[in-house]
């Protein structure tokens, strides 16, 4: 782990019940290409399988993988730790919960999946490959849960984030260890489940648009206490297999 992606989201996995249609949808709709990796013990499931690389330009930010047993459709996203084990040993103690004890991923690194105290579905990484945080592909993670609840000292301890003094009506951003912004906590009811979620932010050169093209494509907007979940920079929306992701405009640093 370098210094620079501690705390940072630093991967995303979408499991989805139909690859072949969420990379379609996705390339649509983020212009995203793929590239396919035979993996010789698939972290999920073990054997051979194919594993997809997602990628803007020569950045990989995410795989897509058809839904392995016992796990359920959706993004997760990865937060880079100094120690997996070490900071799996806490979760329980500040009121979350080990979904997945400590596993290697071959080449890649060491990943945990843990809920926070409002169930709230990610993993904990030390990554071991060549990747950088990819923040062309990604902008700050949205955090979806019940009005302004946020487990603030569970993330605080655990991953050194802190909430931004300055808030606003659309909800509070999260800061990393480094001070910049690593997520964004939106003070909306969430209706899709009982658990709070973190949604990631994909980044399109225009929200109006994609969101357009993602409609076209089968997505449909996600309600949030009847209305859309919408900022002036995102909007969420569900995917054509009702899992939910955000689109959010590009920065500056990556067009």
């Known amino acids: 782990m370098t210094q620079s992606k501690a705390g940072q989201v630093v991967?995303?996995?979408?499991?989805?019940p139909n690859r072949e249609r969420s990379m379609a949808?996705?390339?649509r709709v983020a212009n995203w290409s793929y590239q396919v990796e035979r993996a010789k013990d698939f972290a999920?499931?073990?054997?051979?399988?194919?594993?997809?690389?997602?990628?803007?330009g020569d950045e990989a930010g995410a795989g897509l993988a058809e839904t392995p047993p016992g796990q359920s459709n959706g993004w997760i996203a990865y937060i880079e730790v100094?120690?997996?084990?070490?900071?799996?040993?806490?979760v329980d103690t500040l009121g979350g919960k080990l979904i997945r004890d400590p596993f290697e991923v071959p080449g890649v690194g060491r990943n945990a999946l843990?809920?926070?105290?409002?169930?709230?579905?990610?993993?904990?990484?030390?990554?071991?490959?060549r990747f950088p945080v990819p923040r062309r592909q990604f902008g700050p993670e949205v955090y979806l849960g019940n009005g302004n609840d946020f487990p603030d000292v569970f993330y605080a301890e655990?991953?050194?984030w802190r909430v931004?003094?300055?808030?606003?009506?659309?909800?509070?951003?999260?800061?990393?260890?480094?001070?910049?912004?690593?997520?964004?906590?939106?003070?909306?009811?969430?209706?899709?489940?009982a658990n709070a979620a973190w949604v990631p932010s994909i980044r399109v050169a225009s929200v109006s648009d994609a969101s357009r093209v993602a409609e076209t494509c089968g997505a449909h907007p996600a309600s949030v206490g009847g209305?859309?979940?919408?900022?002036?920079?995102?909007?969420?929306?569900?995917?054509?297999?009702?899992?939910?992701?955000?689109l959010g405009v590009e920065s500056a640093s990556t067009v």
């Open 25 to 27: 949808f996705y390339a």
């Open 164 to 193: 931004s003094p300055k808030q606003d009506r659309e909800g509070a951003t999260l800061l990393g260890p480094s001070g910049g912004p690593v997520a964004v906590q939106h003070p909306a009811v969430w209706p899709i489940s």
């Open 114 to 129: 843990v809920r926070d105290p409002l169930g709230a579905l990610f993993g904990l990484s030390l990554s071991r490959h």
């Open 44 to 56: 999920w499931g073990g054997g051979e399988k194919d594993f997809v690389l997602a990628q803007s």
């Open 11 to 16: 991967w995303h996995d979408l499991f989805t």
């Open 82 to 90: 100094a120690d997996v084990d070490a900071a799996v040993q806490r």
């Open 158 to 160: 655990l991953l050194g």
């Open 227 to 246: 209305d859309r979940v919408a900022r002036s920079q995102s909007l969420v929306l569900r995917d054509p297999d009702g899992t939910p992701f955000a």
